[in-house]
């Protein structure tokens, strides 16, 4: 039984096929960048400072692979940002955070407002 890609491999498979026997490591979108280590980031999928675009040389490659990026085309993390999140599921009997409240009641049990005694 295999592990489970990570997401952004998988995205990106998801996206242009896998190509079975070979490495993100040799494709010319791989790129690096070295600072306290070196870090490796895919062009396609897009370049941030952060460790959420941070890249594997292990990864098996997508269809990409071996296709100069157009530094025109969007990222696939740009075009992420501006996709349709899904819906999550409300479960039977599970409270909402902004449910709407019921109507106030009084003391006695009433609906709200004043009483004439």
């Not at 190509?19 to 960048?33: E, Q, W």
Request: charge should be positive; include cysteine.
């Amino acid at each position: 039984m295999s592990a489970q890609p990570d997401k952004r491999i998988a995205e990106m498979h998801k996206r242009f096929g896998i190509y079975r026997g070979i490495k993100c490591g040799g494709c010319c979108n791989c790129a690096s960048h070295t600072r306290d280590r070196t870090y490796y980031k895919c062009l396609v999928y897009g370049i941030s400072a952060a460790e959420s675009t941070d890249w594997r040389v292990s990864y098996t490659a997508c269809g990409h692979y071996g296709k100069p990026h157009d530094p025109r085309a969007k990222t696939i993390v740009e075009a992420l940002k501006h996709e349709p999140r899904k819906k999550t599921e409300i479960v039977k009997g599970q409270m909402g955070l902004f449910a709407p409240s019921p109507a106030p009641r009084d003391r006695e049990g009433g609906e709200g407002g004043r009483h004439e005694t």
